[in-house]
């Protein structure tokens, strides 16, 4: 059984450009999280998503923005790119009795 | 500010001896409490969890500790492997209607032959 997969696994973009991220759940699980690492940082929350519903945001700007299809697969989009969204994007996806499961992440490099 | 702080960056520990890693909270809100173990280029795996309402609980060589009043969580591992060489991150959670997990900064594990 395939686990949590994201694509692409490495990314080099130009400042003002947007990316977009892809993530598929392991099969049966609803709920889709995102996060961002940082380079020496633990991962920080950008969104949840649960049944194709936002169920929470975190702390990022408005360039920031998600979506999860109907096959509960989800998309994180990046408008405007910066220097400082450089960072590993993980998704998680999550079953009420099995927990967090993340996937090994998409390296964003802005340069 | 961060809820979630784990003071020490870098740990070493010779093979066989115990690991003891460490998480300070902030907020009294958590009530649930997970360790992840991240190698260089994976996601974050995970390693295991306490409920609130514990302030113990085991998993072969690995122990989770939680201190509600002290608001303090450690992750025991005995007897440490080489294999257990890897960044320890702790992540808190309670739910706020999304399930959102508030990492600390981890600690990088290395274990000595």
């Known amino acids: 059984d395939a686990g949590v997969t994201q694509s692409p696994t490495h990314l080099i973009k130009t400042r003002g450009q947007h990316v977009t991220l892809r993530c598929s759940p392991i099969?049966?699980?609803?709920?889709v999280s995102w996060y961002q690492q940082v380079l020496g940082q633990g991962p920080q929350f950008i969104f949840q998503y649960y049944e194709k519903e936002e169920r929470g945001r975190g702390n990022f700007p408005d360039r920031f923005s998600a979506r999860q299809f109907p096959n509960y697969s989800s998309e994180l989009n990046v408008n405007a790119l910066l220097l400082g969204d450089s960072a590993l994007y993980l998704c998680?996806?999550?079953?009420?009795?099995?927990?967090?499961?993340f996937g090994s992440g998409t390296r964003l490099t802005v340069v | 500010d961060q809820q979630v702080k784990q003071n020490s960056p870098s740990l070493s520990v010779q093979e066989g001896r115990i690991s003891i890693l460490n998480c300070d909270y902030t907020n009294s809100m958590f009530d649930y409490f997970l360790w992840y173990k991240k190698y260089p280029a994976e996601g974050p795996t995970f390693l295991i969890s306490i409920s609130s309402i514990k302030d113990k609980n085991e998993d072969g060589r690995f122990t989770v500790f939680l201190n509600k009043s002290a608001k303090h969580l450690s992750l025991h591992i005995v007897p440490s492997q080489p294999g257990d060489s890897a960044v320890y991150f702790c992540?808190?959670?309670?739910?706020?209607?999304?399930?959102?997990?508030?990492f600390g900064q981890g600690t990088r594990l290395t274990i000595n032959p």
């Open positions: 099969s049966g699980h609803k709920s």
């Open positions: 992540a808190l959670g309670y739910d706020q209607g999304a399930q959102k997990l508030v």
């Open positions: 998680a996806s999550s079953h009420r009795e099995s927990g967090y499961t």
